[in-house]
């Protein structure tokens, strides 16, 4: 108990400082040769999860909330819990067009800077990607074609994607904090394939063609040098870990173990959806640490939030002793525009005294 408060709110970098002192000769023997950004990064969650801590994430945190939008300094998870949380996640949909804005309208200069703030303040950032279908140009829920299954012969595809991709890679690399250092992200492309919802999903291609999709997508990285990015696979619901598994790129192309899983139909599908976890987070979580990975709850939540302790009698509860670097809700939607859209609850909700509770008792790390 006094543990988890005292650890709570101090700086998470410094926290994994002392963790990484007082732990392996694995930084020793690198010798004098720094760690990238990167491996900093996977230091400091893979040391946060054998704490019975996790960060807390947030999707696009600080950019819009239930009722506002580009407030300075405002975030909806801050005005109930007084601190923001320890993860925020970004997205690059629209960027392979090079939009100034993503797919929800954020500009991609404001993520940057956005970025920047959460790194200062000793939080994480991680991106997902939402890109277009490159065949028949409607967004990533277009799957009237199946570009996996065009890659290989069409050159012209093959070539945008490529060209796609070294864009997103540009804009990773671009990531600077105020010493002009590359600030470390967590990068989770072509999440919940074993879903067909997304044009990279199941049904639109072999397991053979996404992961040569992720090695691709890798090899555009590394072709401009980027050193900042820590590489997460995330898979959705419902799998046995060989079907986790078939896709899975391999262990040099991967450094989280991830997954999504939300919950349905409110109180409903509240049984469900603990299920899916315990049948699914428990083997991502010995994987991971067999691999020498970390494990991560890479997505999550209620939509519309309509239990007022869903954050400590469900998610809590159904988390509790997994050791996961963290988890990570979406995003809250601006009610005009869709109303209902919404994963943490804003000041006047009936869950706001359960989630203060919940940043108060989990372990989450939240940031001030
Ligand atoms: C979905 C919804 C959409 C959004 C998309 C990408 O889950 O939130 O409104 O456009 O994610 O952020």
New binding site residues.
């Given amino acids: 108990m006094h543990c988890e408060s005292c650890i709570k709110h101090i700086v998470p970098i410094a926290a994994s400082l002392a963790l990484m002192a007082c732990g392996s000769s694995k930084t020793e023997n690198k010798e004098a040769q720094a760690p990238t950004p990167a491996q900093t990064l996977i230091e400091r969650l893979d040391s946060v999860s054998r704490t019975g801590h996790f960060y807390f994430g947030h999707?696009?945190d600080t950019a819009y909330g239930h009722t506002w939008r580009y407030v300075d300094g405002a975030s909806d998870v801050k005005a109930v819990t007084g601190a923001y949380p320890g993860l925020m996640s970004w997205?690059l949909?629209l960027i392979e067009v090079d939009s100034a804005k993503n797919?929800?309208g954020v500009p991609f200069e404001f993520i940057a800077s956005q970025i920047a703030a959460q790194d200062a303040r000793g939080g994480i950032n991680a991106i997902?990607w939402?890109p277009i279908n490159p065949v028949s140009r409607g967004n990533?829920w277009d799957v009237s074609t199946a570009p996996l299954s065009m890659l290989e012969s069409d050159k012209a595809l093959s070539d945008t994607l490529d060209a796609w991709i070294s864009r997103a890679a540009g804009f990773i690399a671009s990531l600077k904090d105020a010493d002009g250092n590359p600030i470390p992200v967590i990068f989770r492309p072509w999440h919940e394939n074993s879903g067909s919802w997304f044009w990279w999903g199941k049904e639109h291609g072999t397991s053979a063609q996404y992961i040569d999709l992720w090695k691709r997508t890798r090899s555009g990285f590394d072709k401009i040098g980027v050193n900042n990015v820590v590489w997460a696979y995330s898979p959705d619901k419902d799998l046995t870990p060989e079907e986790y598994f078939s896709t899975y790129p391999g262990d040099e192309y991967v450094d989280i173990l991830g997954t999504d899983i939300y919950q349905f139909d409110g109180e409903e599908g509240t049984a469900q959806y603990v299920d899916r976890i315990k049948s699914q987070l428990p083997f991502v979580v010995d994987e991971a640490r067999k691999r020498g990975k970390v494990a991560a709850f890479t997505e999550t939540g209620l939509e519309g939030l309509e239990i007022d302790d869903w954050y400590t009698r469900v998610l809590q509860s159904a988390i509790k002793d997994l050791p996961i670097a963290y988890v990570c809700v979406?995003?809250n939607?601006i009610e005009s525009e869709?109303p209902n859209?919404f994963y943490v609850p804003y000041p006047g909700h009936p869950a706001e005294a359960d989630f203060k509770k919940f940043a108060e008792s989990s372990g989450a790390i939240f940031v001030k």
Avoid: P
């Fill in positions: 999707h696009d997205d949909g797919l929800d997902s939402h990533s979406w995003r939607a869709k859209h």
